[in-house]
Nanobody, 123 residues
């Protein structure tokens, strides 16, 4: 399974971006999918996961109500819609996939990672 993240960029605070995670070598619905972000000097931070098989999603409190995870089965792609962006949302965003269905806030649960896409939110 390979993941390819894209869609990052520079945006002003209050703006929006949509990140994409293209899945190859498997179907996006077979896995649980997560998004994480990381800034230099800090650990990778959980953002959201979707356990597609169980139909559940879970968001970090810091992004709840502003970010939405979704998928397009025909394109085998998972999206992260990010609205009302804040400077503290700045970081490299990674998509990840795993066969696990629980404990998905833990990055160690994920077997497959995309290369990351940089999101910069200016104040």
């Amino acid at each position: 399974v390979q993941l390819q993240a894209s869609g990052g960029g520079l945006v002003q605070a209050g703006g929006s971006l949509r990140l994409s995670c293209a899945v190859s070598g498997g179907t996006s619905t077979s896995f649980s999918t997560g998004w994480f972000r990381q800034v230099p000097g800090k650990e990778r931070e959980f953002v959201v996961y979707a356990s597609w098989g169980l139909g559940g999603t879970y968001y970090a409190d810091s992004v709840k109500g502003r970010f939405t995870i979704s998928r397009d089965n025909a394109k085998n792609t998972v999206y992260l819609q990010m609205n009302s962006l804040k400077p503290e949302d700045t970081g490299v965003y990674f998509c990840a996939a795993t066969w696990y269905k629980v404990g998905l806030q833990n990055p160690n649960r994920y077997d497959h990672w995309g290369q990351g896409t940089l999101v910069t939110v200016s104040s």
